[in-house]
């Protein structure tokens, strides 16, 4: 089910984002503080802001995820030490004290 939710909102972005190119072929001119400036169609710029946020979006994910799994190695190993001595500790036997 969810494979599908996905395909469809994928579809639905590619078409809508198809139909604003078409709808904005135009040319623009773009200036950067003295660098420079060129003329683009207006959806290239909107566009190159979508792709530069998505990179940056996975970019930061990745340097979470990776975080997380360190941790999560980290709280296994802490739980199986912590199993083995609770298997240790069950297996000593009761002493009765007189």
Do not use: C
């Amino acid at each position: 089910m969810i494979n599908w939710v996905n395909t469809l909102i994928i579809v639905l972005i590619t078409a809508g984002a198809t139909i604003f190119a078409l709808a904005n072929a135009e040319d623009v001119t773009l200036a950067f503080s003295g660098i420079g400036h060129f003329s683009s169609p207006l959806y290239a710029p909107v566009f190159a802001a979508f792709v530069l946020g998505y990179v940056g979006g996975v970019a930061s994910l990745a340097f979470s995820r990776r975080k997380h799994k360190r941790r999560i190695a980290y709280l296994e190993q802490e739980h199986a030490r912590l199993s083995s001595e609770v298997e240790n500790l069950r297996n000593i036997p009761l002493q009765e004290e007189l």
